[in-house]
């Protein structure tokens, strides 16, 4: 079975540039065409250590696809290649104003849940996915062209507290939906 190897980091495994910007076509592209290359069910036919191998390609190939399309988990991973941790688990420290924004995002979700009010929870969905593509597009800046990676770090972070809004959202949503 001819497969790259397995020290290859994710971008390396799709042929990708190693970046933030990512052009996702290409990206599912590769990972379509690797995955008919590797998939277990062509390899039925052979030893089972060669089988097993195909199974650990498949998975890394699908860990490598999963990290690369989600624009938070590709941020992380790119940091990672750099040597930076982007403490999202130890570092809560984030500016006043940050913060404040955050209380105000959680009450106005709030407020739009209390009222079963669906228009305003997509109003509330709809800037807060403008609110994601800036804070990506500032990504994409400091790491693509400053390789400012301490500074990325602090945007995942702040990237990490935006994911949870979306999922309050959506948490908001169900609840009107019941």
């Known amino acids: 079975m001819s497969v790259p190897g397995f020290q290859q980091d994710f971008f390396q495994l799709f042929g990708l540039p190693a970046s933030y910007r990512l052009d996702n076509a290409l990206l599912e592209q590769h990972y379509h065409a690797l995955q008919e290359q590797i998939h277990p069910d062509k390899f039925s036919h052979l030893s089972e250590a060669e089988r097993r191998v195909s199974m650990q390609w498949s998975a ?104 949870r809004l979306a999922e309050e959202i959506a948490s908001a949503f169900d609840a009107i939906d019941t």
């Open 60 to 163: 890394r190939v699908n860990e490598a696809y999963q990290t690369l399309s989600n624009p938070a988990r590709r941020a992380r991973y790119l940091l990672s290649l750099h040597g930076v941790d982007s403490q999202e688990e130890t570092n809560t420290a984030m500016p006043a104003d940050f913060l404040m924004e955050q209380m105000e995002w959680r009450e106005a979700i709030e407020e739009a849940r209390q009222a079963r009010d669906i228009a305003e929870l997509d109003k509330l969905e709809s800037r807060l996915q403008h609110e994601l593509h800036g804070l990506e597009a500032q990504l994409a800046d400091k790491i693509d062209i400053a390789r400012d990676y301490a500074a990325a770090a602090g945007s995942v972070r702040k990237l990490k507290f935006m994911e």
